[in-house]
């Protein structure tokens, strides 16, 4: 069974960066990063199709937020830029195993993912 182990969380400041980890113990071909703010529900960061390195990215992090992955340590990380109060949340990483044609229209989606990490808290002040 694929186990994700994230890192990187904690604090920061608004406007500052962070840089999350999520070490997979196995093959994915799609793993995609979600927060949850408190009392709000789970939404799509975004996402990367492993096998390529494709991307895509929720409006409200374009051009902020990268996605990018390691295959050599089978590491997905997540750079963080210009960070906003409202982004305090606990972030996820997710993975999926199989493959599928279906990933650009749902791989922001948290029913498309089998594997989920354990959460890492970031909190981001004024």
């Known amino acids: 069974q694929v186990q994700l182990v994230e890192s990187g969380g904690g604090s920061v400041q608004a406007g500052g960066s962070l840089t999350l980890a999520c070490a997979a113990s196995?093959?994915?071909?799609?793993m995609g990063w979600f927060r949850q703010p408190p009392g709000k529900e789970r939404e799509g960061v975004g996402t990367?199709?492993?096998?390529?390195?494709?991307?895509k990215y929720a409006d409200s992090v374009k051009g902020r937020f990268t996605i990018s992955k390691d295959n050599a340590k089978n590491t997905l990380y997540l750079q963080m830029n210009s960070v906003e109060p409202s982004e305090t949340a606990a972030y996820y990483c997710?993975?999926?195993?199989?493959?599928?044609?279906?990933?650009?229209?749902?791989?922001?989606?948290?029913?498309?993912?089998?594997?989920w990490g354990q959460g890492t808290q970031v909190t981001v002040s004024t």
């Open positions: 997710a993975a999926r195993l199989a493959s599928s044609l279906n990933w650009f229209t749902s791989g922001l989606r948290a029913s498309w993912y089998n594997l």
């Open positions: 196995g093959y994915t071909s799609s």
């Open positions: 990367i199709r492993t096998g390529d390195g494709v991307t």
